[in-house]
C-alpha cells in the first residue's frame, strides 16, 4: 500500500489549503488515518486523525476551529481542509494510515513522503 499527497503550496497568512492523500495498492483496508506535520528543527507532530468511517475525528489544540480532517472511502483518500493558516503552520505535511492487506493477512502502517505548506507572513 502506497499513500501519495498531494496539495501543499505557498500561502499567505490567513489563507487555505486542502491538502488530500489517496491510497493505492490491491487487497487492503485502511482504518484510522492521520495527518503529521514536521516544521524544520522541530519534532514530528499529529495534527489530526480520522476513524475509519469518519465518523470520529481528533485534532491538535493549535489546529482545533482551523483544520478539517476528512475522508472518502469509495476514492482511499483522506483530506485536510486548512483555514485561516498562520506562520507557524509551515511544515512538511505527511498522511498516515493503519490498516490490513487481505494478500499478507497482516496488519500495515504507510506513511507518505510528504507536501510542503509554506505559509507567509
Known amino acids: 500500500v502506497q499513500l501519495v499527497e498531494s496539495g501543499g503550496g505557498l500561502v499567505q497568512a490567513g489563507g487555505s489549503l486542502r491538502l488530500s492523500c489517496a491510497a493505492s495498492?490491491?487487497?487492503?483496508?485502511?482504518?484510522?488515518m492521520g495527518w503529521y506535520r514536521q516544521a524544520p528543527g522541530k519534532q514530528r507532530e499529529l495534527v489530526a486523525v480520522i476513524n475509519s468511517g469518519g465518523g470520529s475525528t481528533n485534532y491538535a489544540d493549535s489546529v482545533k476551529g482551523r483544520f478539517t480532517i476528512s475522508r472518502d472511502n469509495a476514492k482511499n483518500t483522506m483530506y485536510l481542509q486548512m483555514n485561516s493558516l498562520k506562520p507557524e503552520d509551515t511544515a512538511v505535511y505527511l498522511c498516515?494510515?493503519?490498516?490490513?492487506?487481505?494478500?499478507?493477512?497482516?496488519?500495515?502502517?504507510?506513511w507518505g513522503q510528504g507536501t510542503l505548506v509554506t505559509v507567509s507572513s
Open positions: 495498492g490491491s487487497r487492503f483496508s485502511i482504518n484510522t
Open positions: 498516515n494510515a493503519h490498516g490490513v492487506s487481505f494478500m499478507t493477512d497482516r496488519l500495515f502502517e504507510v
